[in-house]
């Protein structure tokens, strides 16, 4: 039986090779957020999936101070892939959006990332879908609890 420290390291070793994998595949053309340090991309990825969300959102979501994401968003939106806007409804409230080119490209990408996984999935047989989907659960708990010992 392995240690929780072996564990981990296998733990991450085997999402780093998946999300290196996914983000390789189905993609005919570099990724949105290619070349950019991975904190910008992660923030980069989340605005595509989810326009309008509010700076604070997007620094909970991504465990990130918010002065840090600020930083973020600042340097993003000066290399042309973001836009902040005020909320109308509250003017404190910063909202983001990806460029409208920056938005096409991630969306084009993440449907061939998306395409190319539900292909790959589709091979597996029951018991393989039925594991994998008892795995991400402990994956979910997993997360829940690194993220409850940062608060």
Do not use: K
Not at 29 to 51: D, F, K, N, Y
């Amino acid at each position: 039986m392995e240690t929780p420290a072996d564990l981990a390291i296998e733990l991450f070793a085997t999402v780093g090779r998946l999300r290196r994998q996914v983000r390789r595949s189905g993609t005919g053309g570099p990724p949105i957020g290619t070349g950019l340090p991975e904190s910008h991309a992660e923030l980069v990825r989340l605005v595509g999936r989810q326009p309008g969300i509010s700076v604070r959102q997007a620094a909970t979501e991504l465990g990130l101070a918010a002065n840090t994401a600020s930083t973020l968003v600042s340097r993003l939106s000066a290399d042309g892939l973001l836009v902040r806007t005020v909320d109308p409804d509250d003017r404190r409230v910063g909202r983001l959006r990806l460029t409208e080119s920056a938005q096409r490209i991630a969306d084009e990408s993440r449907a061939a990332r998306q395409a190319a996984l539900g292909a790959v999935l589709e091979r597996l047989d029951a018991d393989q879908i039925e594991r994998l989907t008892e795995g991400l659960a402990v994956i979910a708990d997993v997360t829940r609890l690194l993220r409850e010992e940062q608060e």
